[in-house]
């Protein structure tokens, strides 16, 4: 056989592997097009994804609603018959506070303060909203806080202040972002939240997400 036909064959092959393995979700890859799992996924991540991988706490699922257009992907918190009890922005998993340094959520700096930490502000990005003249909303993680030599106010919704978009039976028991729960996963079912805590259409807001409504579990990130 002629070299060049050789490599036609070989890539032909390979490209029919690759579309196999796709249409059947044993493995493929996805670019993320906003920035609900920054910092740890950052807006145009590429992450890999298999429907082998059994999905556990802490990993990536992606998956898809009946009403969504496109695949989201956002970080396993809750699996089947977990309390999950959010309050103040902490997150609890069967009573236990859930230790996430690698999640954004927002605080409120001083003019001062934001002196201070400026150039590292600007230089990873970090959104900053002007609150008043003297304050302002910072977005950080757990992390990045320890790094700058941080101690802020976090900057949450009230326990009694309400959420239009807040998924219905959420919503209807008069939980909000930051006070959710306790509530049990129910069986079949997960929660997952974003990274970016105050920029993810998460299960809060969407609820439950169903086993059969998961594509695949993300191997990298």
């Given at each position: 056989m002629k070299k060049w036909l050789l490599v036609f064959v070989i890539v032909g092959l390979l490209f029919w592997i690759?579309?196999?393995?796709?249409?059947?979700?044993?493995l493929e890859y996805y670019s993320l097009p906003g920035v609900s799992d920054a910092p740890t996924l950052p807006k145009g991540s590429i992450v890999f994804a298999s429907r082998l991988k059994t999905p556990d706490f802490n990993n990536f699922i992606c998956f898809k609603k009946p009403t969504q257009s496109s695949p989201h992907i956002y970080r396993c918190i809750g699996k089947p018959a977990d309390i999950i009890e959010i309050k103040s922005g902490k997150v609890y998993r069967n009573g236990k506070l859930l230790d996430e340094p690698f999640t954004n959520n927002n605080y409120i700096i001083t003019r001062n303060q934001l002196n201070r930490?400026?150039?590292?502000?600007?230089?990873n990005k970090n959104e900053l909203t002007p609150l008043s003249d003297t304050t302002y909303r910072v977005t950080l993680s757990g992390n990045e806080l320890k790094a700058y030599h941080l101690s802020l106010i976090p900057d949450v919704s009230?326990?009694?202040?309400?959420?239009?978009?807040?998924?219905?039976?959420?919503?209807?028991?008069?939980y909000n972002e930051d006070y959710l729960g306790p509530v049990k996963v129910p069986a079949g079912c997960y929660f997952l939240l974003g990274d970016n805590r105050h920029n993810a259409l998460d299960s809060r807001y969407?609820?439950?997400?169903k086993k059969d409504e998961i594509i695949a579990t993300v191997l990298n990130h």
């Open positions: 690759w579309v196999a393995l796709r249409l059947t979700h044993t930490v400026n150039g590292y502000i600007e230089a009230p326990k009694a202040a309400t959420n239009e978009y807040m998924f219905d039976d959420f919503k209807k028991a008069g969407i609820g439950f997400i």
